[in-house]
């Protein structure tokens, strides 16, 4: 990505501007202008009428006078989602967050093939709503992984603008879904989880690369072990966060503690990112329960409905992957839907985490 930038600020005709001149978008434009590439300032929601200090503020109406073709935006704020749909709504194509700068750039793309599977063991299922770049480097870092299990791998688009929305052009032996609205990520998932054929799931962001070799075979092999598992996933490395995703327990409601991963262990609440379920036991769930719609608290749910049903969650440390985050749906502390949601989850789940306890002890202490 970076060579890519560097290519676009060279170019006299293009613009790159940082979105975003709070601290993060500022430490953004002090990495990129290291490595020698050109900003040509900033915008930010905080100065609409924009502002001089230091390097260039624009105001929000300069963004009338930009070539939408010739302008690019890196979003270097805690409120990407709002921002890149704002300048979605204006036209702009030329939009990358901040996890995309880690991930290799495709100015072309080259056709990414799977084995075709007529019965497959495995159902992969990816989510995507625009960054196709990061879908794309997804579905190439699975088919290079060398997993010896059969899969069949699915797609859903959420109405996408950007090339996602043509990625039967660019896959081989991929099941592509475009839904005629976007669904979120519950909807996507609900949806394309009803075409799968695998006696397995796997769920799969579509900003994740797998590092660690046959990552799926690893976690298959666990999950055929005890009928117990409901949900299995590995390490997750957060580059920008400099850390691990891990997963945890609750301590309270509202509060949960990491696990350190040593070992495999239960867990009470599981990032579903690089996830193998059971198919049997999502459908006994009956999937993401759409009173959380569009988004925030389905997965806290449908983990804790498998844990009452007498279904395990397991961290397994023996399989690792990066993952960038917020790909497809980023959380929102400012989103009214949020409060709603944890208000729901908190009301259905408050006996079982605050009262027992034990009960809670024994099922983490499991494994």
Request: glycine share 6%.
């Amino acid at each position: 990505m970076i060579n890519f930038l560097k290519k676009i600020s060279k170019h006299p005709a293009k613009k790159l501007y940082i979105w975003g001149a709070g601290p993060l978008g500022r430490s953004i434009a002090d990495a990129l202008t290291l490595v020698g590439v050109r900003i040509d300032g900033y915008f930010d929601n905080a100065f609409p009428d924009g502002r001089e200090d230091g390097e260039k503020i624009h105001p929000i109406s300069y963004l009338e006078k930009q070539d939408l073709e010739n302008t690019y935006f890196i979003v270097g704020s805690y409120r990407e989602k709002e921002i890149i749909a704002q300048l979605r709504e204006e036209g702009f194509t030329n939009i990358y967050c901040q996890c995309e700068l880690a991930m290799y750039y495709h100015e072309e793309f080259p056709k990414i093939s799977f084995e075709k599977c007529d019965e497959p063991e495995v159902s992969v299922l990816v989510t995507a709503y625009n960054g196709w770049n990061m879908t794309y480097n997804t579905l190439k870092s699975l088919s290079e992984n060398e997993n010896q299990c059969k899969f069949e791998v699915i797609v859903g688009d959420n109405c996408s603008t950007d090339l996602t929305k043509h990625a039967e052009e660019y896959l081989e032996n991929v099941k592509v879904i475009h839904h005629e609205k976007n669904l979120r990520y519950l909807g996507n998932m609900n949806a394309i989880a009803k075409e799968a054929r695998g006696e397995y799931l796997f769920f799969c962001s579509n900003d994740i690369l797998f590092t660690q070799k046959r990552y799926i075979d690893i976690l298959l092999a666990e999950a055929k072990k005890d009928a117990r598992i409901g949900m299995i996933t590995g390490k997750l490395w957060v580059p920008f966060k400099r850390k691990y995703d891990v997963h945890s327990v609750y301590i309270k409601l509202g509060e949960c503690e990491e696990v350190e991963l040593d070992r495999p262990k239960n867990v009470e609440n599981m990032w579903p990112i690089a996830t193998i379920i059971p198919d049997r036991v999502w459908k006994e769930m009956g999937g993401y329960d759409t009173a959380f719609l569009p988004v925030y608290y389905e997965d806290a749910d449908v983990e804790m409905r498998m844990i009452a049903a007498g279904y395990e969650l397991v961290a397994y440390p023996f399989a690792e992957c990066i993952h960038y985050g917020g790909a497809t749906d980023k959380w929102d502390n400012n989103d009214p839907q949020l409060l709603k949601n944890r208000a729901l989850f908190n009301a259905r789940w408050e006996h079982y985490i605050e009262q027992e306890k034990d009960k809670r002890q024994t099922y983490v202490n499991a494994r």
